[in-house]
């Protein structure tokens, strides 16, 4: 299987590089392989690659951390009471449909061109995906479960950590998983409308002086980078959910 | 009943927001009052120009839709019957998926300029993939057991094709279709603030250049309306009843 990757890419890059050096089209329509690569090392030396990769990244995870401790509890909390979850389910609903790349606009009135904008935006992509599905899990548990436990004298607390937090955990990595693929690509646009640092940055501000190569290293790199994230970050997650109670269904 | 139940959050929303305005907790020019919202969509939507964007980015979605779905469900039907191709392929396709998007805007508009092709290019490439990769691993969790059986009873490449791959990976294509327009809506927001000049992306970006929130929030909320009607009217009930014509529903969820 390796042996097959590392084939297919080989072929990929030969392709590539031949279509680069043939192709009558101006040298920034198709950059080859090897210009791509010149452009890493060279922004790698000059500390802009590592700069702008850890922008991204600290603005994604401080994004996914807020989800987690803020967006999941929320969602648990409001979840359980009928009548509240009745009350915000609607709300949350119209909210996370309206993507935090829409609400951009109105933030760069608020707050300018700056960090500010570009943080919100995404902790806003995230958060409500990460609210509205741990409301939605909590919601579809049977109370089954809830009332056996009753039954058998457990207390709030109990339910809570026995049923509850549980029960909702595959639709709380559902969310999560959502919530950042969502965020991942708000902060890509963000970075461009705003410009201040970031890959999104980086791609967009290459455009503008055809920089091609660049933007190719950037954008490998933003597809890369949502590889790891999921790898280490997501999987982890849902994985725990399949493995310990059998309750993702692909 | 239960519409007006639905309904009463907003209300209490709006009279928060209408409370918060008019006692002058924020200045009307980060947050216009509803009343002014309102009057801004009602003249929006009679000079024209809510409509043009409206209907220049539901074009962009649909053509989008038009132009990928065919082809990725095609597509990832043909390679999900190689067993020998799928599993190289599906980890490739995994990567363009996760790079799917505004990702490609700059490269979009190195190569076709500003304007509807850049937009078109990215609205093909974040459904394609998506979908592409939702039914070739819908195809490939078609347990084998159900071709044996069909092939058993005497049945030909097509009808396992036509009568066991294909209904069985449907909920998987459909799921996926549903979540790449998703996508999709988000980036073609995304993509008009950046490489149109219509379009209700554009028409907020271009609202914000002159600090008028008010219009801002008509998009926003346009935008919300829309995405929720396409989803409840038209996505999430071809999701159901492809589940449920299959007998796919199961007793966990």
Known sequence: ?250 | MKTLRGLAPFAVLVVAWEIVTRGGLVSALFLPPPLDVARTAWELARDGSLWVNLAASLGRVLLGVVTSVPLAVGLGVMVGLNRRVAPVVEPIVGFFNALSGIAWLPLAITWFGLGWTSVTFIMFNTIFFLVFFNTLVGVRSVPRTFENAVRTLGGSRRHVIFQVLIPGALPSIVAGIRLSIGFGWRALIAAEMIATSTGLGFMIFNAANFHQSDAILVGIITIGLLWLATDRLLLQPLERRTIERWGLVSSQS
């Open chain 1, 1 to 250: 299987m390796v042996v097959t990757w590392i084939a297919l890419l080989a072929a990929g890059l030969g392709a590539w590089s031949v279509a680069a050096a043939t192709l009558p089209l101006p040298d920034y329509y198709l950059p080859p392989p090897t210009a791509v690569l010149a452009a890493f090392v060279d922004l790698t030396a000059k500390g802009i690659l590592p700069t702008y990769v850890f922008a991204s990244l600290r603005r994604i995870l401080l994004a996914a951390a807020l989800g987690l401790v803020v967006g999941v509890p929320a969602g648990l909390l409001l979840g359980m009471s009928r009548r509240v979850a009745d009350f915000f389910y609607p709300l949350l609903n119209f909210f996370q449909s309206v993507s935090g790349i829409a609400w951009l606009p109105l933030m760069l009135v608020w707050f300018g061109f700056g960090e500010r904008t570009i943080l919100v935006a995404v902790n806003y992509t995230v958060l409500f995906p990460v609210i509205f599905n741990a409301l939605l899990g909590v919601r579809s548990l049977p109370p089954l479960y809830a009332n056996a436990l009753r039954t058998l004298g457990a207390g709030r607390w109990r339910i809570v950590r026995d049923v509850v937090l549980p029960g909702a955990l595959p639709s709380i990595a559902t969310g999560m998983r959502l919530g950042l693929a969502y965020g991942w690509r708000a902060l890509i646009a963000a970075e461009m409308l705003v410009g201040a640092h970031g890959l999104g940055f980086m791609i967009f501000n290459a455009q503008s002086f055809h920089l091609t190569a660049r933007i190719m290293l950037g954008m490998g790199l933003i597809g890369l980078l949502w590889v790891v994230l999921d790898y280490f970050l997501l999987r982890p997650l849902e994985e725990a959910t399949i493995a310990r109670w059998g309750l993702v269904q692909r």
